[in-house]
């Protein structure tokens, strides 16, 4: 049983956390219940904590205070997505809670716990029950009760676990939603997933082999493990390309996953890197040049790598990717803050190249690619705001899951004031957007803002990525949703009757002007068919067509 942890220890333990949760994030998304494609809370928290662990692998600490503070920094900067940015909330109250302690027992093991649980719930402005509040609150409650008659780190960590899975258990009556659908909470599952991932570091279990994902995802395959029979395709290819700005790289990941396996795609706003498994690398990076400049490239022969070590010799190997690598994030990661130069600057979320062109038109500074499904980090909002060579930036994270994340940049940039409009939508965003006066100070301008995204009613066609019963609609996958404002609308088999059926709603009935964004997968011929049917059924409004060019909705469409 172990008593007392130190510094190392503790990020062992998160590292260990760390690759739990990334084994099991699918099984985490796919507790999402609305079937809407955004089931990304696994996801999410995965990615948030990976750069804690990616950070304790880089600053080892001895005290335990100096570790949690370490974590606290890198989750905060890494946190995506609402569930990562409470994952980050709950250990910076623990990192609180081991302020300048060397060492911690089961009853300050526990009392941070509570600390966690207090800075989440206080950030959070309304804290639902059936969430990872409560199934972290209940646990942190057990940690204490059980600290108190046995004050040891184990006793407490599993304690707790055993507390969270009950709570867990109960989020399905918690929440009707839940309830309906049969599941438990998202992410009070991934951070239970995460705290036995801890557990397990405390008993000496093997850490799990984990899933490759982002920018630091694994670069190559364990050739030891494997057997020429289980080959599929040759070389081991990795590659680093720096973005060609405002271009998908959707086309390319559908190239590569034709021309090879074990795909992994990992990209931030500057650049992306790509691990493949291919019989044609020299095809792979000669087509990446289409999508920006490569920098880095690392091929392999896994079939005479396994040949090697197959004969107990050391596989040759290209030169040390990963050292370079490093170099260049560090370059990249030292972004100085851009002195002012004007009053007022403006970052914008958005996903697509129309959606983007739209808002640089409006004059937004700096575009950050993101939405639904690719919810930026804090660290890559923050980035993007140091860079804005304004006074006062305004943030418009136009979507309700990363607004959480951007307000987390407030009072981290030196010099810069940071406003957050909380826009849920790309429609809203354009629509505070239009109001910004450089003339106004700036709790006017907020405050219009505010105003103008209220007045912005939204609508977004999508299709159903699983079956459901949810909210009285039987919804079959691949039938066509409309949401009004978040809400589920309606489904059918047939695009045109859904639109038909949305233009007709009070939302567009009532409107002066309309505006309707098509997606990436919706044809110029096919967007002006939507068009002629939301004149003939909205004749009073004043009716604009953009490519939008947004991934996983077909149409946005916003009513004024």
Known sequence: MVDIIDGALFQRMVIHGSASISVQKQAINDLNVFPVPDGDTGTNMSLTIGTAAAEAKKKPAQSIGKAASINASALLRGARGNSGVILSLLFRGVSKGFKEMDEADGLAFAAALNEGVSAAYKAVMKPAEGTILTVSRLAAAKAAETAAE???????????IQEGQLALADTVNQNPVLKKAGVVDAGGKGFLCILQGMLDELRGLPVPEEEDGGLDAKDSADFAALSEEDITFTFDTVFIVRKSPGKSIEPFRAYLNGIGDSLVIGEDDEAFKVHVHTDTPG?????????????????????????????????????????????????????AIVPPEKKYGVVAVSAGDGMASVFRDLGVDGIISGGQTMNPSTEDICREIARTPAEVVFVLPNNKNIIMAAQQCQGLIEGKEVVVVPTRTVPQGISAMLVLDPEADTGTNAAAMEEARKNVRTSEVTYAARDSDFDGFDIHEGDYMALAEGQLFGTDRAIGSLLERLAQADSQQNAEFISIFYGEDVSEDQANEALSIFQ?????????LLAGGQPVYYYMISAE
């Open 150 to 160: 046995h004050n040891s780190v184990e006793a407490v960590l599993e304690s707790a």
């Open 283 to 335: 095809a792979a990076l000669s087509e990446a040049q289409k999508y920006g400049t490569l920098e880095l490239a690392k091929i392999e022969n896994m079939r005479t790598q396994a040949q090697e070590l197959a004969a107990g010799k050391t596989a040759q190997s290209t030169d040390d990717l990963d050292r370079i690598e490093a170099e260049l994030e560090a370059q990249q990661s030292g972004d």
């Open 536 to 544: 003939k059924q909205c004749p009073n409004a004043e009716i604009t």
